[in-house]
């Protein structure tokens, strides 16, 4: 069974960092593209950066750039995102899953709330 699980979320001030990480199990995903995506109340969900499967190609939103680093791990099956300078507008639920998103693989998702 194929699982993302996203951890790292919590409350951070404004101009904070948090680091969010995507494990997988039932797969590897070494071979993807992934991507992390973000949804705030009554918003679409959106794609905020990805990364190539060899780490070598990324991808940012604008409202991201220059913030956000994408990362993985392709031995430790892992990704991250190291988010800096967070801003109220980034309160949102964060996912991780490929790019493109795989329908029905999208994860419980990890709660990041920034504090002005």
């Known amino acids: 069974q194929v699982q993302l699980v996203e951890s790292g979320g919590g409350l951070a001030q404004t101009g904070g960092s948090l680091r969010l990480s995507c494990t997988a199990s039932?797969?590897?995903?070494?071979?993807?593209?992934m991507g992390w995506y973000r949804q705030a109340p009554g918003k679409q969900r959106e794609l905020l950066a990805s990364i190539s499967s060899g780490g070598s190609t990324y991808y940012y939103v604008g409202s991201v750039k220059g913030r956000f680093t994408i990362s993985r791990d392709n031995a430790k099956n892992t990704m991250t995102l190291q988010m800096n300078s967070l801003k109220p507008e980034d309160t949102a639920a964060y996912y991780c899953?490929?790019?493109?998103?795989?329908?029905?693989?999208w994860g419980q998702g990890t709660q990041v709330t920034v504090s002005s």
């Open positions: 899953n490929g790019q493109p998103p795989w329908r029905g693989y």
């Open positions: 039932g797969m590897l995903l070494s071979a993807y593209t």
